[in-house]
Structures are given as structure tokens and as C-alpha cells.
């Protein structure tokens, strides 16, 4: 049977490793088991931190609704149950970048809203 030489591969493997942690810090960059055990981390935070981002933000387009809401003398909640009984169906994301954006077009909303809550 013919002798296997695995030098290249290795070094391959470990030259990728550490440039993957190129701009961790201390040992994590230098040394290749502390690098595999930082990547190792990394990638179960990245995973986990996609997720969530989401819900993050969902939160400040909540907060940004809300203080816009209260501009036309409307809470959150108020805002939003009018919106549904109006049958206004539009995402927090999108009334988040309206309030923002178009103050105009988020008042005339925020004035159907208080309409249908009488």
C-alpha cells in the first residue's frame, strides 16, 4: 500500500483556521487550538445572536411607534387596536419607517386609528 503524506492538508487547515480568527484578540489569533476553541464559540454566537436580532428589532420599532403614537396623543396599544379595527394591516416595521420618514402619512394613519376607537 501506497504511504499517504497528509503535511499539506494539515496546513492548509490550520493556515484557513487562523485566518478565520485573524482579528480575535491575544492567544485566540495566534495559537491554533485556543483559535479553534474561539471559532468554535463564535459561530454558536453568531448562530443564536441572527435569531436574536430579530426580536431586537421588534422592540425598537415598538418604542418608535409608541413615541410617535403619543405625538397624537395615542398609546401603543391604543394605536395598534385601532389600527386593527380599522383593518389597517400594516408591520411594525413599516409603521416604524413611516414615523420616521413620513410624519405626515404616520398622522393620517394615527388619525384613523383614534376615529375607529370611538
Known amino acids: 500500500m501506497v504511504r499517504v503524506k497528509r503535511g499539506v492538508m494539515h496546513v492548509k487547515r490550520r493556515r484557513h483556521l487562523l485566518e478565520y480568527s485573524k482579528g480575535f484578540r491575544h492567544r485566540r489569533k495566534s495559537s491554533i487550538k485556543a483559535a479553534r476553541e474561539a471559532m468554535l464559540h463564535a459561530g454558536e454566537y453568531a448562530y443564536r445572536d441572527r ?3 430579530k426580536g431586537e428589532l421588534r422592540k425598537l420599532w415598538q418604542v418608535q ?3 410617535a403614537a403619543r405625538m397624537h396623543n395615542l398609546s401603543y396599544n391604543k394605536f395598534v387596536h385601532g389600527l386593527k379595527k380599522a383593518k389597517i394591516e400594516l408591520d411594525r416595521k ?3 419607517q413611516l414615523a420616521n420618514k413620513y410624519p405626515q402619512v404616520f398622522a393620517e394613519i394615527a388619525k384613523i386609528a383614534k376615529t375607529k376607537l370611538k
Open 51 to 53: 435569531r436574536k436580532k
Open 65 to 67: 411607534i409608541n413615541a
Open 94 to 96: 413599516i409603521l416604524a
